[in-house]
């Protein structure tokens, strides 16, 4: 059946991404090049063997452990590389659900927004830092995928992200005016750009407002049970979630607004 298989390939994928991201949430935060070195044992710096860099199956094969010092491989690696098979195995299904069939910029685009989560919300996390593979990787691929969808154009692509991410830039510059202090990274800017080359800048400006939403849901009680906490949060996270979402339920979620919560 067409959709086990390109769900097949596309978990395959997803595991070879996942392992891409691994090198992305070790090398980003420490200011390391991404393709340079090898990947190598953090502990005795020996270069990993091609068979040991399979994803999944390298970690499973070495059971935890470098071949050359012996020391543990953190499980997170072979963890990322499983999450990243599911996710794009997951968006293949999530794409054929909305749209009964499979267009191959949608599951580009799904798979790309669902995916990048992953390292965005590990490293943001820790760091505040996004890392810029994904956001201006994903401005890049939003304006490729343009010229093959359909219902989209390479100029709204363009204006997309353009707008959202000049909307956030001088909404941060405001609040950071008011604040004081930076309110937001340009990491955010520029994610919110990638949002606007996929789907439009309408949509990721409805994108920005639900992770808004969302991370003052989840921000305000965390402050208030741990007030000690350091000052600065993610937002990144929050808008990466609403990617895939406003991408595959933009119009509905839009309609159901001014349909619905509109006062008259
Ligand atoms: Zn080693």
Avoid at 51 to 79: F, V
Wanted: contains cysteine; proline residues 6%.
């Amino acid at each position: 059946m067409d959709l086990w298989y390109i769900s097949f390939v596309a978990a395959l994928l997803g595991l070879a991404v996942g392992s891409f991201f691994n090198v992305l949430i070790y090398r980003v935060p420490r200011n390391m090049p991404i393709s340079w070195p090898p990947s190598h044992c953090t502990q005795c710096g020996k270069s990993i063997r091609p068979r040991h860099n399979i994803p999944l199956l390298g970690w499973l094969l070495l059971r935890g452990k470098c071949a050359n010092c012996q020391e543990k491989i953190s499980i997170q690696y072979p963890l990322v590389e499983l999450l990243c098979g599911v996710l794009g195995a997951a968006s293949v299904w999530w794409v054929y659900g909305v749209y009964g069939s499979m267009p191959w910029y949608h599951l580009v685009a799904v798979f790309w927004l669902v995916l990048t989560i992953v390292p965005i919300a590990t490293v943001d996390f820790k760091h505040q830092l996004i890392p810029d593979t994904t956001s201006l990787g994903g401005i890049a691929i939003g304006l490729i995928l343009a010229f093959f969808n359909p219902q989209t154009t390479f100029l709204s692509s363009f204006l997309g992200a353009i707008i959202a991410g000049g909307s956030l830039f001088i909404f941060a510059q405001i609040m950071g005016r008011i604040l004081g202090k930076a309110a937001m990274g340009f990491g955010d800017v520029k994610l919110l750009a990638a949002l606007g080359a996929f789907m439009g800048w309408s949509h990721a400006l409805a994108a920005l407002v639900c992770a808004s939403i969302v991370a003052l849901l989840v921000i305000l009680p965390w402050r208030f049970f741990k007030p000690s906490e350091e000052e600065s949060f993610a937002f990144g996270p929050f808008i990466a979630l609403m990617g895939p979402i406003f991408y595959l339920y933009g119009h509905q979620i839009m309609d159901f607004y001014w349909n619905y919560l509109q006062m008259p």
